[in-house]
């Protein structure tokens, strides 16, 4: 399975936009780029996926590189109840349907 | 709404006793999964079922079984060869390949 590096945590303000960056530079042409989110003792919140162009949802957008080796998924305004780990994860839709976990970004949001 | 249901959401067992843990999705998905997660860790997958009385391991399988006899439903069972089995457990489902999943809120198990 294609692996992503994520950095271990990050920081944020309140009603500022953040930007979590995720490398997966040995992506396949049949990855789909997802990203997921998880608050301490629950279950991973869908965030948003991609294959090749930029996504956007209520939630968040995600911003694909040219090259698909990289990505970042934006939160236009965060909020305290977006403090969260959050998991980029590389799905390999030609073949399984496997989602592979790393251990992700804290992200801390400050009031 | 749809989503998935997981049953209990704590769980407390003695050493040695086989224990099933409860999945149940509504959302008409074909595949379905069970991940398992220590403190401060990502998940790691445990089974995974893309379709009807069939599943493969995935890569913590042993000491774990599961079945697959109905679309909605997905058990996952403990049994006492799992040599640490206090975790939260994970199950989510998929539509198909690609797509979003959709998790539950998790089980805690604890062995004492």
């Known amino acids: 399975d294609a692996k992503t590096t994520q950095p271990n945590s990050m920081e944020s303000n309140e009603e500022e936009p953040v930007h979590l960056p995720c490398n997966h530079s040995t992506i396949s042409g049949t990855d789909y780029i997802h990203w997921y989110r998880q608050l301490p003792s629950q279950g991973p919140e869908y965030v948003i996926h991609?294959?090749?162009s930029n996504v956007n949802n209520r939630m968040a957008s995600l911003a694909i590189a040219e090259d698909r080796k990289s990505s970042t998924l934006i939160l236009h305004r965060a909020t305290l109840r977006d403090a969260a780990v959050y998991y980029c994860?590389?799905?390999?839709?030609?073949?399984?349907?496997?989602?592979?976990f790393g251990k992700g970004t804290l992200l801390t949001v400050n009031p | 709404d749809g989503g998935i249901t997981q049953s209990p959401k704590y769980l407390f067992r003695k050493e040695g006793q086989n224990v099933t843990l409860s999945c149940e999705q509504n959302l008409n998905h074909d595949a379905m999964y069970w991940y398992r997660q220590d403190p401060g860790q990502g998940l790691r997958l445990i089974y995974y079922s893309q379709i009807v009385n069939d599943f493969q391991k995935g890569d913590i399988a042993e000491g774990y079984s599961v079945s697959r006899e109905k679309k909605e439903s997905f058990p996952l069972t403990v049994t006492s060869a799992q040599k640490n089995p206090t975790a939260f457990y994970l199950c989510?489902?998929?539509?198909?390949?690609?797509?979003?999943?959709?998790f539950g809120s998790g089980t805690r198990l604890t062995v004492v």
């Open positions: 994860i590389l799905l390999n839709g030609g073949s399984n349907y496997k989602l592979t």
């Open positions: 989510a489902s998929s539509r198909d390949r690609g797509g979003r999943y959709t």
């Open positions: 991609g294959l090749t």
